[in-house]
């Protein structure tokens, strides 16, 4: 079954995520949505990395993917912060994942007990799932995936995945 790629992107200078996403855009093929861009303050996990004033944001891809290529395309983004990266300094943070009907899945190397392996080093968590009153959340989803209005942008891509699935 195919899902609605997606990307978490976090960066400290606009111009640095424009270039991502240019190059995103080469290889994987056009946007259909971005969210709001928001301060991202919830750690400070990536300050001594990449600095303070964080903004993070989604970008949703118009072409489903098969689900199975989310381990090529986690390295896919990791190969993208590496090249863009500065005195071994990450300038941004580019973590994949999709949108099914149900739920929201996210691509990452760390392995925890929730978490599922794909091969390639990369695993994958539930992240939130969809409700019929908005999203519901577990103990190991990241808190900025948990504001409100990152609920609501999800939650419209989904009714849209939903809407060219009744179509077919």
């Known amino acids: 079954m195919k899902a609605k790629l997606f990307f978490a992107m976090m960066y400290s200078r606009r111009a640095i995520y424009e270039e991502a996403k240019r190059f995103l855009e080469l290889k994987l093929g056009s946007i259909e949505a971005e969210s709001n ?5 919830f750690t400070d996990y990536y300050t001594k990395e990449m600095g303070a004033n964080l903004e993070k944001r989604f970008v949703v891809f118009k072409d489903l993917i098969e689900r199975e290529k989310l381990p090529k395309i986690k390295l896919l983004s990791m190969k993208i912060e590496k090249e863009m990266s500065k005195n071994g300094r990450r300038l941004i943070n580019i973590d ?8 929201i899945f996210l691509a990452t190397r760390k392995d925890r007990a929730h978490r599922v392996y794909m091969g390639q080093g990369i695993f994958i968590e539930v992240t939130l799932l969809f409700t019929k009153d908005g999203c519901k959340y577990f103990e190991w989803t990241y808190p900025d995936y948990k504001l409100p209005e990152n609920c609501d942008f999800f939650r419209r891509i989904r009714e849209g995945l939903l809407r060219a699935q009744r179509q077919k």
């Open 37 to 41: 861009p928001y301060t991202f303050n």
């Open 96 to 103: 994949p994942g999709y949108i099914t009907p149900h739920a």
